[in-house]
């Protein structure tokens, strides 16, 4: 979940890196770093532990100059966020290294380095493939290939970029497991771990596969697939400008994020739908075929996208008609699934990256799924490319950790699938046509829940004092309620859980009292009246009830009770309107109590390691 940026120019990178750091923080904010060779010939290093602002302020006090250079912002997995814990990493100074992912087998390799004499001055497993990588030089190989020497040495998940003070102008790259993009430009070429860090700089982009290793230098980029063949790989002209990743008049990237929701909807379903249907090719030429012999469902995600699966479960067995187990990524990927025939995988990932997801995809291939789809945002990402079908979101660079228009972007693309497989399992035309018009008003109807921003803020002071709060919903909306619960968790350190309603009985009636908020999800459906039984639960204990109800609702405040108007909608959408003031709810009570709301600690936005 670290953040890599390197470049190699005829003019100084440093601002190129510090500004590619800047634009990659989301990934990782534990500690900054920048290494560039200077004209001298030696490797010149600044890091600072905390987020990347620390170390533009020590390079302005003490700059670095130079045309080949590597920076990383850190997301700690081996040891904790430390000087000697950031990146870049160097060895005996004439190695630099910055790494993403985790080495599994570091803790050998480090033992047979220190045989061989090598000195380690951090924690981490990424201290091991430098000083590897110093060896291999020492015993004649260039830098390409010591850097192959060493990549087949380790076990784990990868991207790294290295450079080396007997070899400037020359940057290697190199990925398994973890992103990494090159830029394109005339005189000068880039590593990221995001196109979002070089967008400043260039627009032209190549995707690296996994195994790849490219060799970049300011005049050519030469790439080796995983058996050391030279390889050709398509170079995309990216859509996105370096604004799309900017917060414009916004105080956090959060809240523009939760603001832009009616538009993002509207581009994920634009050219998807006609005025009473889904269109024919949504999926892609070769999905009819798939879907007429899909018989069962099955869901594989990670936080939001697994709330958002969840939903569309409700979803596919009531209007499609077909079996549909969802399941957490992790937990999938490590277990023997019985998988009966003719079951289509559906994968979800805002990033495309998220490495559970991945590798639960990539096992899934081995055992007879009919066919594997993804749900995702980010068209060059591993799960697009290793996926049989896509259908992308269309949401935009998303940089806020807590995840907002991606988890709505997904709730609407799940929903054009699930009426998809319903056309060919009972779902009648009136029925389609019902859903597509809904479809068309939902933008108009996220821009109408926007308007309680203002109420829900009001609402947030009664939040700003509490340690503990309880979510509730039922049928669909408990998904929502789950998601309502860990996006305040998230941002405002409150511990919040989600239950279903007809569950207090069962155990968390014990937490309730008057210092525990409960909130609750219900819009007008057949089981608001069973919903209204559990929150007679709670106020006779005594406990304090904030209750978004859908306008239609027949529920008035009370003694104990908050009721807040959602926008009317039908109950099939529910779910992604009444997602938006949970949203708008966790981030003024997060601004309360005065949280980095976009960069909450301990987390980070692409999960790109186990």
């Known amino acids: 979940m670290c953040g890599i940026v390197g470049a190699v120019a005829e003019r100084d990178v440093t601002r190129i890196l510090l500004e590619g750091l800047r634009r990659l923080e989301y990934r990782g904010y534990d500690s900054a770093g920048m290494a560039v060779l200077h004209a001298a010939g030696g490797i010149q290093r600044r890091r600072a532990v905390g987020k990347v602002e620390r170390l533009a302020e020590m390079l302005e006090a003490d700059p670095l100059a ?9 997301w700690a997995t081996h040891g904790k966020p430390s000087d000697n814990n950031a990146h870049p990493h160097l060895a005996r100074e004439r190695v630099a290294l910055v790494h993403n992912g985790i080495i599994e087998n570091y803790e050998a390799l480090r033992r047979e380095l220190q045989a061989d004499g090598y000195l380690f001055e951090s924690e981490t497993d990424t201290e091991v493939v430098v000083n590897h990588v110093h060896r291999q030089l020492s015993r004649g190989d260039d830098l390409l290939t010591a850097v192959r020497h060493s990549l087949a040495a380790l076990d784990g998940a990868y991207a790294l970029g290295v450079m080396s003070a007997d070899e400037p102008g020359r940057l290697i790259a190199a990925r398994r497991g973890s992103p990494l993009v090159v830029g394109v430009g005339i005189g000068e070429h880039f590593i990221a771990s995001d196109v979002s860090a070089l967008l400043p700089v260039t627009q032209q982009f190549i995707f690296l596969e996994e195994g790849d290793v490219a060799v970049l230098t300011r005049d050519a980029v030469h790439i080796y697939d995983v058996q050391g063949n030279p390889v050709e790989r398509p170079l995309k ?19 523009k994020e939760i603001h832009e929701q009616p538009r993002v909807l509207a581009e994920t379903l634009e050219g998807r739908l006609s005025r009473d249907h889904v269109l024919p090719g949504v999926f892609g030429v070769e999905a009819g075929p798939i879907f007429d012999r899909v018989k069962q469902v099955q869901i594989i995600a990670c936080g939001t996208s697994y709330h958002a699966g969840m939903v569309a479960s409700y979803w596919l ?24 025939p003719d079951t289509l995988l559906v994968t979800i990932s805002q990033s495309g990256e998220t490495a559970d997801t991945l590798a639960a995809l990539r096992e899934a291939r081995r055992q007879g799924y009919l066919a594997s789809l993804a749900i995702c945002n980010v068209p060059e990402s591993s799960l697009v490319r290793e996926s049989d079908l896509v259908l992308m979101t269309r949401a935009g660079p998303e940089i806020g950790v807590a995840s907002t228009k991606a988890f709505t972007t997904q709730l609407v693309g799940l929903l054009l699938l699930v009426i998809a497989l319903g056309r060919r399992h009972g779902l009648g035309p009136d029925q389609e046509r019902g859903l597509v018009q809904a479809l068309h008003d939902l933008p108009a109807c996220v821009s109408r829940a926007l308007q309680m921003e203002s109420a829900v803020e009001l609402l947030s002071q009664r939040f700003a004092d509490k340690q503990h709060a309880l979510f509730l919903g039922r049928g669909a909306q408990f998904p929502v309620a789950l998601e309502g619960a860990l996006k305040l968790k998230e941002i405002s350190y409150i511990h919040a859980e989600a239950y279903p309603a007809g569950e207090l009985k069962h155990g968390p009636l014990a937490l309730v009292d008057g210092d525990m908020p409960v909130v609750a999800v219900a819009p007008n459906n057949a089981l608001v009246e069973k919903l209204k039984s559990n929150l007679q639960e709670v106020q006779a204990r005594g406990g304090q009830l904030f209750v978004f109800a859908d306008e239609e609702t027949a529920m008035e405040d009370g003694p104990g009770l908050t ?10 959408l529910a779910p992604v309107v009444f997602t938006i003031p949970l949203q708008l709810l966790a981030y ?10 976009d960069k909450p600690r301990n987390l980070a936005k692409s999960v790109t390691v186990e």
């Open 563 to 572: 009721v807040v108007r959602v926008p009317a909608v039908s109950n099939l």
């Open 237 to 255: 002209r990216s859509e996105l400008t370096a604004s799309a990743a900017e917060k414009g008049d916004y105080r956090h990237f959060m809240l």
């Open 66 to 74: 130079g045309q080949t250079g590597i920076a990383h912002t850190r």
């Open 317 to 340: 067995e009531e209007l499609a008609g077909l079996p549909c187990r969802v399941e957490v990524a992790s937990e999938y990927r490590y277990r023997h699934a019985a998988v009966r």
């Open 588 to 597: 003024h009570v997060a601004l309360l109590k005065g949280t980095d709301v």
